[in-house]
């Protein structure tokens, strides 16, 4: 079954750009219409950030939107996630997730990577 | 914007039932989703489009939605329960989750 696992950078200057990966194992991703970036700060609750449609559209969270972009990039199966001008409020474990359909649920989940914004 | 509020917590005995629910403007007009999350784990999808379950999950678990309000029902609570639970529902193309409600299994 599909498997996504993110990876980056776990520690961010202030100001500096978050940059992240989500690999997709198991399943092409141009088989499933969309994927996302969900982050969690610690001990807090989820916040969606946007998604992506394996044909490059994307749909951002507008408190985030001027500060995100996510891409795709078929050849490698993979999607990935830039948050610029990032401050310790982006502090966070960042989630990679498939979206079933349009406007469905997230399953299956990445196990997670936490990012620090830290200098 | 859209907001979905849960109470932060709830606690029950094992083996009887709790409710958790998950409040919005009109979210019954939605398909609501219910996601799992254990200490250190990442969300796992409970149920979906209000009251389906996932293959995998048990059926002490079920889902109904209505007016303003979903409700995750846990029957016959294990103490393997005990986690945080998140409402999530799709208003304006932009995904909501609500706060999460820590459940404990006393």
């Known amino acids: 079954q599909v498997q996504l696992q993110e990876s980056g950078p776990g520690l961010v200057q202030p100001s500096g750009t978050l940059s992240l990966i989500c690999t997709v194992f198991?399943?092409?991703?141009?088989?499933?219409?969309?994927w996302s970036w969900v982050r969690q700060p610690p001990g807090k609750g989820l916040e969606w950030i946007g998604k992506?449609?394996?044909?490059?559209?994307?749909m951002y969270n507008s408190s985030l939107k001027s500060r995100v972009t996510i891409s795709v990039d078929k050849s490698k199966n993979q999607f990935s996630l830039k948050l610029t001008s990032v401050t310790a409020a982006d502090t966070a474990v960042y989630y990679c997730?498939?979206?079933?359909?349009?406007?469905?649920?997230?399953?299956?989940w990445g196990q997670g990577t936490l990012v620090t914004v830290s200098s | 914007s859209y907001e979905l509020t849960q109470p932060p917590s709830v606690s029950v005995s094992p083996g009887q039932t709790v409710s958790i629910t998950c409040s919005g403007d009109?979210?019954?007009?939605?398909?609501a989703y219910w996601y799992e999350q254990k200490p250190d784990q990442s969300p796992v999808l409970v149920i979906y489009?209000?009251?389906k379950r996932p293959s995998g999950i048990p059926e002490r678990f079920s889902g109904s939605n209505s007016g303003n309000t979903a409700t995750l029902t846990i029957s016959g609570t294990q103490p393997m329960d005990e986690a945080d639970y998140y409402c999530?529902?799709?208003?304006?193309?932009?995904?909501?989750f609500g706060g999460g409600t820590k459940l404990s299994v006393l």
């Open positions: 997730a498939r979206v079933s359909g349009d406007y469905g649920w997230f399953d299956p």
């Open positions: 198991g399943g092409s991703i141009t088989k499933s219409n969309w």
């Open positions: 992506i449609h394996h044909t490059g559209s994307t």
């Open positions: 009109k979210l019954g007009d939605k398909y």
């Open positions: 489009e209000d009251n």
């Open positions: 999530q529902a799709w208003d304006s193309s932009t995904a909501v």
